[in-house]
């Protein structure tokens, strides 16, 4: 079963525009999430995460929304680049400790000159 | 310092053959963990190594899966007989012990197609 879904396969952004990806979940004991962006040909890495005591957390262009009542989570990109030109993928523990994570299906984002 | 080294990067295989995928992890990372990306879908956890012992393997779907690491260094996954539902792109992610989910370097990927 998928517990962590990401129902927007794709995004088209206009270069210098917000990019909001979405993220829902099913399973109440996730605490912690993560979101990882990914290249062609690469592997994912580490974006930006947030813990449930907190409901947003701020990384340069890059802030994550957590409403821990609606099992929803968001990332906004602002201002939206070239180079966010990506796969990106949600994520979530109930442990920060040595533990598997549960993927969403990833959302293409392509952000146009 | 070198990343997870994943090989071979790709692999096109007949159906009811054998394929072993290879995962060197970062020097080290005594966490290892397999995961699995069937065309367009989620991300899927396979197994979790943690040295030589396998910590969880809960996600591994059947017996014609099996994963090792031998030594405790790097880690091989063979799929036998392999079947069309295989194919897809096999990440293999490694951490510190005690750096948690924050801490994952994940591989380039295998992407195995079988046909």
């Known amino acids: 079963d998928q517990q962590v879904k990401q129902n927007s396969p794709s995004l088209s952004v206009q270069e210098g525009r917000i990019s909001i990806l979405n993220c829902d979940y099913t399973n109440s004991m996730f605490d912690y999430f993560l979101w990882y962006k990914k290249y062609p040909a690469e592997g994912p890495t580490f974006l930006i995460s947030i813990s449930s005591i907190k409901d947003k957390n701020e990384d340069g262009r890059f802030t994550v929304f957590l409403n821990k009542s609606a099992k929803h989570l968001s990332l906004h990109i602002v201002p939206s680049q070239p180079g966010d030109s990506a796969v990106y993928f949600c994520a979530a523990s109930p442990h920060t400790n040595d533990y598997k994570l549960s993927f969403g299906a990833g959302t293409t984002v392509t952000v146009r000159a | 310092e070198a990343g997870v080294t994943q090989f071979p990067s790709h692999s096109v295989i007949e159906k009811g053959q054998t394929v072993t995928l290879r995962c060197d992890p970062i020097?080290?990372?005594?966490?290892l963990y397999w995961y699995r990306r069937v065309m367009g879908k989620e991300i899927k956890f396979l197994l979790h190594f943690v040295k030589e012992s396998k910590q969880d393997e809960s996600g591994m779907p059947n017996n014609r899966f099996l994963a090792e690491r031998t030594g405790g260094t790097y880690s091989t996954l063979k799929v036998q007989p392999a079947e069309l539902e295989d194919s897809g792109v096999y990440f293999c992610?490694?951490?510190?012990?005690?750096?948690?989910?924050?801490?994952?370097?994940f591989g380039s990927g295998t992407r195995l197609t079988v046909v």
């Open positions: 992610a490694s951490s510190q012990e005690g750096k948690g989910i924050y801490g994952y370097t």
């Open positions: 020097s080290g990372h005594d966490n």
